[in-house]
């Protein structure tokens, strides 16, 4: 069975610049979140889509944005990057209580 | 106050002996309690989840819950050097909430041989 997947691995944009994300969840899942991680801040939650709507979302700017398609794939947006937005990025496929995580998208931001 | 908190370690365990972890939370609404583990340069695995108060077993892994206390703990078993990780609790605050785990800082477990 195969894992989530997460696109591309590695990523460097400069400030100004925008990004997308994307997260491919286990099959039959029908819930993605994603996450942020820095090692200042740890992990924090960005937001989470069940069945193409966004359900949760923390408390990130307006230039974090995302979206989910009818496959359940996941894609997540930064515009206007900043140097902070350097992070891992994580997103979370999940059935019941249980989620699971991708490998993430390793940001940085020069 | 962090809403989730964790000891940041490192704590150090002799190989075969018993790790324990704590994980204490703010919010008296919490339902599940999610404990991953995290290799460096690597995503959380998760380990298990409880929600009832009690203990819970699976293998070497026993995850404890008083939510009276508003602690949950993590029990490692015969620890082994490939247990040295960073292990991360999380919770979640309502049922309509599962996708949004609420993550401690971590505390990084050492096993030395």
């Known amino acids: 069975k195969a894992g989530v997947t997460q696109t591309p691995r590695y990523l460097i944009k400069t400030r100004g610049q925008q990004v997308t994300l994307s997260c491919s969840p286990i099959?039959?899942?029908?819930?993605v979140s994603w996450y942020q991680q820095t090692p200042g801040q740890g992990l924090q939650f960005l937001f989470e889509y069940f069945s193409e709507t966004q359900r949760n979302k923390g408390n990130f700017p307006g230039r974090f944005s995302g979206r989910q398609f009818s496959n359940s794939r996941s894609e997540m947006n930064v515009s206007t990057l900043e140097l902070g937005d350097s992070a891992l990025y994580l997103c979370a496929s999940r059935l019941g209580q249980e989620a699971f995580f991708g490998q993430g998208t390793r940001l940085t931001v020069v | 106050q962090k809403e989730v908190e964790q000891n940041s370690g490192p704590l150090s365990v002799p190989e075969g002996a018993i790790a324990s972890l704590n994980c204490t939370y703010s919010d008296r609404g919490s339902q599940s309690f999610f404990w991953y583990r995290q290799y460096s340069g690597k995503s959380p695995e998760l380990i298990m989840f409880?929600?009832?108060?009690g203990d819970k077993e699976d293998g070497r892994f026993t995850a404890q819950l008083n939510k009276a206390s508003q602690y949950v703990s993590l029990l490692i078993r015969d620890s082994q050097p490939s247990d040295s990780a960073t292990y991360l609790c999380?919770?979640?605050?309502?049922?309509?909430?599962?996708?949004?785990?609420?993550f401690g800082a971590g505390t990084q477990v050492v096993v030395t041989p």
């Open positions: 409880i929600y009832s108060n």
């Open positions: 999380a919770v979640t605050a309502t049922t309509d909430s599962w996708g949004k785990l609420q």
């Open positions: 099959s039959g899942h029908r819930s």
